[in-house]
């Protein structure tokens, strides 16, 4: 028998995963549309592996994982993201998951990823192994948004992207003046003066869609 716990914010996902993973014999499951539930039911109920998406209206999903492992540092943590691998993947598995996947994975991956990270094994997909090959190949720690926090690279993003202060803080739950500080952290951590530059590093590293 497994536990499954399926933690995303939209309703369709959660029930499109649990539909899938319903083949398993015996599963249960569990659901969570935030992260309070997320943090409540994985603290007081006993699973074999969490299904987490990094995407919960204000609260950042790595975050939420590092909550989780405080208190339950040996359950298995599953990150499923609408991401690419090569924007989280690596700050995932250093968080403590256990496996990334993106949403666009096949069925059969993922009972696949579950299955072993269930079993205390870690899953990732061959582009991760290789992303992860390559990085160390060429030290990525030593690229500027290496140095930046989850949250701090969570703003950057949006950033890039061309999202105004106030969008961005409106999309976080934040306040502009934290907003503002984060921007301030940023540049001067990446050694930049403007959103410009910020917009054609992100490009030019493949940071933002």
Do not use: C
Not at 160 to 169: D, F, L, Q, R
Request: charged letters at 30%; hydrophobic letters at 40%; aromatic letters at 4%.
């Amino acid at each position: 028998m497994s536990r499954i716990l399926i933690v995303d914010d939209h309703v369709v996902a959660r029930e499109g995963v649990r539909k899938i993973l319903e083949k398993q014999p015996s599963a249960i499951f569990g659901e969570a549309s935030n992260a309070a539930d997320a943090l409540k039911l994985a603290s007081e109920q006993e699973w074999d592996v969490v299904v987490l998406d990094l995407s919960l209206g204000g609260r950042d999903g790595l975050e939420v994982l590092r909550e989780i492992k405080k208190f339950k540092p040996r359950l298995p943590v599953l990150i499923l993201s609408m991401h690419s691998e090569e924007l989280f993947a690596r700050r995932a598995l250093k968080a403590g998951a256990a496996g990334y996947l993106t949403k666009n994975s096949t069925r059969s991956e993922l009972m696949r990823a579950v299955t072993m990270v269930s079993r205390g094994e870690v899953y990732i997909s061959p582009n991760v192994a290789q992303d992860l090959v390559t990085s160390l190949r060429e030290d990525t720690e030593g690229q500027p948004h290496e140095s930046l926090s989850d949250r701090e690279f969570e703003v950057f993003r949006l950033m890039a992207s061309g999202k105004t202060s106030g969008e961005i803080a409106d999309i976080l739950s934040l306040s502009d003046s934290t907003i503002s500080t984060y921007r301030a952290r940023i540049l001067e951590k990446m050694g930049m003066k403007t959103n410009a530059e910020l917009m054609h590093y992100a490009m030019q590293h493949k940071l933002v869609n």
